[in-house]
């Protein structure tokens, strides 16, 4: 895990220059300057339309979506599960758009915990967020390129993009003293792998008074269910959305009172 710095400092990273998020939220984005800057961006060379590309990059193409209103085109690859498209994103961008009241994201400040391809992001941002989203560096290049392309000229405010490892050294990169979220969402970040219990402190750190916490899952292993119980002892939980045809479970959490 690399040292993101300061907030607002600049670092590089696979020969991007990746922003660690403001504190202080950006202006709406009512002015043309963005739009001309993404005019340059689409016409920019070839060399450096390659360094948004995967170091590893076997593609089954694009998979397109549409939720609120707008037409969603996600680039997937398989050099990694988080540049894949899983049922619990899907599912979570369904229950986003359609309990928009239930779920007032507008001017909302929205932290995303495994963004993988970015979907849940770019659902977000276009419902009015100001979203970070997060993972680990070598998703970001993909992850920055379908935010990039989904949310220019459409959204309120311009998403961020971050690394972030789960664990006990995000309270130092991401202090509760400075960043605050109003909510927290998370996408099929269970499943087979070694670091459930550092995402359980990644989720106890960022989810304090004030926060909402929205993970969609499909259950795949036993461990699944196993995380899910210490989940509920963590935080005031509530199922939110049971869809037992996809095996998929949408739960809310707040921090403990």
Known sequence: MMDIGQPGQHMQQNGLMMKQPDC???????????DMENEDMEKETPDRRYAWEPSIFYSPGNETFFFTGQEISIRESLDSFGAVIWPGAVALCR??????EQVDL????????????G??????????????????????SNLNFNLSRNTRGRCRYTPQVSPLKWGRDVSRHFPSSV??????????????????????????????????????NKVRFQSDLCFTENFKNAFD???????????????QATAKK
């Open 119 to 140: 979907l849940v992001s770019i659902v977000a941002t276009l419902l009015g967020a100001w979203v970070t989203a997060t993972d680990l560096p070598d998703v970001l």
């Open 24 to 34: 202080v939220k950006p202006p709406v984005n009512i002015t043309e300057e963005e």
């Open 237 to 251: 939980t509530t199922l939110l959305e049971d869809i037992p045809q996809e095996e998929v479970r949408i739960y």
């Open 95 to 100: 229950y986003l758009e359609k309990n928009r």
């Open 179 to 216: 960043y605050h979220y109003d909510y927290v969402m998370c996408a099929d970040v269970v499943y087979h792998h070694d670091y459930l219990e550092d995402l359980l402190i990644t989720l106890q750190h960022f989810c304090k008074p004030g926060t909402t916490l929205l993970w969609a």
């Open 106 to 117: 507008m001017d909302k400040a929205v932290l995303e915990l495994g963004a993988g391809t």
